[in-house]
């Protein structure tokens, strides 16, 4: 008790947000927060970083840069693996296992207590340079019965690579892939190995939301906003590739009908919503301007014309604004750029502060950040494993109501109450 006093004492004297958040024991990370810290206690911004441009305005207050929060509940963060190579996606199993993408081309299994499979083989080829490689995993609703898993990856085609997503079957014996075929190709092909998107998720329909890329470079940006494009967009299809039912171009001659919405830049976290089951999504911004949106149908989400962020050589995005009319705000942005990939919401009861709270794997940021928010707005941040010093790829919460977190160094985290 002596030795966690003081440093206690000085925390609440500065009202540090990093002070104090956690504790070393090992391989684990715990808590250092003290029941006299209140729930709702607010602090300044996380993030003390000058930002890119000063000249950039949010366009409402909080949308960046929002007071900072700590979590009261004691919880603890274990790092239960690290044999994992490159890990891209994670999805949980009936079981209570993951399922993990690996992004050279494979799959693995791991359980809650850190075991991991050996490879499991079977699927089609992917392109692993630049960006590329096997991307999101998701489980079929069914999965106790037919065994079906869907994943996105990159491939290479003669005409370019591209955004693919397929489906398998998981081996009674858990070691390969058995008839694993594509459903769906987010076209046009281009020679580019950045900015796939990846991610995968089945809506309460049984249905699949797929994440796309403009691909990176100034030539194919426009294609964001181009309704005759896959490039930059999210979109909704059924488990064999076809449009969803009511995707909101489905009766239009001049559009791909599998779209849902567009203008984005490189989408690589999706998630639903607990409570209202809204779709939200994270995206890359070039330097600065990563964001967080709530997605509705049909609606366009800016990029190119509208960007919070540079290009990475410190000029401006070429005639790029902040708004426009007819162009959706995201959320909540970064300035600098944490690049969110995987996103998870909360839905559990074990740290009840964090219900519906959304949590962001940073890459560039090495740190998990949580977003509090209430009436679709960003009320609070928290930065959680940042001593870790990890690209976290992707965070997930697992039935035992934890939240589980891969990171490209090849690791994988239970962050749970203590």
């Avoid at 206690?41 to 929060?69: C, D, H, L, M, W």
């Avoid at 700590?70 to 209570?96: F, Q």
């Avoid at 994943?151 to 693919?164: C, H, I, M, P, Q």
Wanted: one cysteine or more; glycine letters at 10%; proline letters at 6%.
């Amino acid at each position: 008790m002596n030795k966690i006093l003081p440093g206690f004492v000085i925390c609440i004297a500065l009202f540090s947000t990093a002070c104090g958040s956690n504790m070393r024991n090992g391989n684990s990370t715990a808590s250092s927060s003290n029941a006299s810290v209140q729930k709702d206690s607010t602090y300044e911004p996380v993030e003390t970083k000058e930002p890119n441009t000063k000249t950039n305005k949010p366009a409402f207050e909080g949308q960046t840069r929002i007071a900072g929060v700590k979590t009261s509940t004691p919880y603890e963060s274990k790092m239960l693996t690290d044999a994992l190579k490159k890990p891209w996606g994670i999805a949980s199993l009936p079981d209570g296992r993951f399922i993990i993408t690996e992004k050279e081309g494979t799959m693995r299994i791991a359980t809650s207590t850190g075991s991991v499979t050996e490879p499991i083989t079977g699927l089609p080829a992917v392109n692993a340079s630049g960006q590329g490689g096997l991307l999101g995993v998701t489980v079929d609703p069914a999965f106790s019965e037919n065994r079906m898993l869907y994943w996105v990856f990159s491939e290479k085609t003669t005409e370019g690579n591209l955004t693919a997503a397929a489906k398998g079957k998981l081996s009674n014996d858990e070691k390969r892939i058995e008839n694993a075929t594509v459903i769906y190709r987010a076209m046009p092909a281009y020679n580019s190995n950045l900015h796939y998107g990846g991610r995968i998720l089945f809506d309460k329909s049984g249905n699949l939301f797929v994440s796309t890329g403009e691909r990176s470079d100034k030539i194919t940006r426009p294609q964001a906003q181009e309704l005759n494009s896959a490039l930059g967009k999210i979109v909704h299809i059924t488990k064999d590739g076809k449009p969803a039912e009511g995707n909101p171009f489905l009766n239009n001659a001049n559009a791909k009908p599998e779209i849902y919405s567009y203008g984005h830049r490189n989408v690589q976290g999706l998630a639903f919503h607990p409570e209202t089951g809204d779709l939200w999504e994270a995206e890359f911004g070039p330097r600065g301007g990563d964001e967080i949106n709530r997605i509705q149908p049909g609606k366009n989400y800016g990029w190119p014309v509208i960007t919070y962020g540079i290009e990475y050589s410190g000029e401006r995005v070429p005639g790029a604004i902040t708004q426009k009319e007819g162009m959706e705000q995201p959320v909540y942005y970064w300035d600098p750029v944490i690049s969110p990939s995987g996103i998870s919401f909360y839905s559990g009861d074990k740290i009840p502060e964090w219900k519906n709270n959304l949590f962001v794997a940073g890459l560039n940021s090495t740190h998990i950040a949580r977003l509090v928010i209430k009436n679709n707005k960003v009320v609070g941040e928290e930065r959680l494993l940042g001593d870790e010093k990890q690209r976290f790829r992707a965070v997930i919460q697992g039935k035992d109501d934890a939240l589980y977190a891969i990171t490209d160094e090849g690791r994988l985290y239970r962050i749970g109450k203590k």
